[in-house]
């Protein structure tokens, strides 16, 4: 896909610098989301904005800033 939006939804054990969401689309290049903001839209992230540090092709896992807080399951957030 093209690298622009993304609306993902945590779909695994996450930590305050890691998002997994196993619904990242593999045609994703590694480092092709580095540098993109992600923000949360819901859970106890909702509002904060933080950056893609890390992403590996076919990954399921962004290294991001620290966050505040844990991501939890279905918590949704966007990378744009």
């Not at 609306?7 to 997994?20: D, E």
């Not at 923000?39 to 399921?60: D, E, K, M, R, Y």
Request: charged share 10%; aromatic share 6%.
């Amino acid at each position: 896909p093209e690298v622009g939006i993304y609306q993902g939804k945590v779909t695994g054990t996450s930590t305050a610098t890691t998002i997994v969401d196993s619904n990242i689309p593999t045609e994703y290049a590694t480092a092709s989301l580095v540098g993109r903001a992600a923000i949360f839209l819901s859970g106890a992230n909702a509002g904060q904005q933080t950056q893609v540090t890390s992403h590996t092709a076919g990954s399921s896992t962004l290294t991001v800033n620290t966050m505040s807080g844990t991501p939890a399951v279905n918590d949704e957030f966007l990378i744009f």
